[in-house]
């Protein structure tokens, strides 16, 4: 993805700043960049953040909509 808030999210992310990229990636899924990545993230930061709940609708919607077999099978570990 080249929108440079994708990048800001994914740098928050290595930083361990998982709230405040969910935050951001959470932003981007609503105006406009929703792809397979942006809800992988989501779910990841959800992870991170202790909420199984969040984190397993997001690894869902990945395992039924994304067309990257690797990515898919991620989300069903």
């Given at each position: 993805?080249?929108?440079?808030?994708?990048?800001?999210?994914?740098?928050?992310?290595?930083?361990?700043?998982?709230?405040?990229?969910?935050?951001?990636?959470?932003?981007?899924?609503?105006?406009?960049?929703?792809?397979?990545?942006?809800?992988?993230?989501?779910?990841?930061?959800?992870?991170?953040?202790?909420?199984?709940?969040?984190?397993?609708?997001?690894?869902?919607w990945?395992?039924?909509?994304?067309?990257d077999?690797?990515?898919?099978?991620?989300?069903?570990?």
């Amino acid at each position: 993805m080249k929108n440079p808030l994708f990048g800001e999210a994914t740098q928050a992310f290595r930083d361990g700043k998982y709230a405040s990229a969910l935050t951001q990636f959470e932003n981007l899924d609503k105006n406009g960049s929703c792809c397979d990545m942006v809800h992988y993230y989501i779910a990841q930061c959800y992870h991170h953040l202790n909420q199984i709940k969040g984190a397993q609708m997001h690894y869902q919607w990945v395992t039924m909509y994304s067309q990257d077999s690797q990515l898919r099978n991620y989300s069903q570990q």
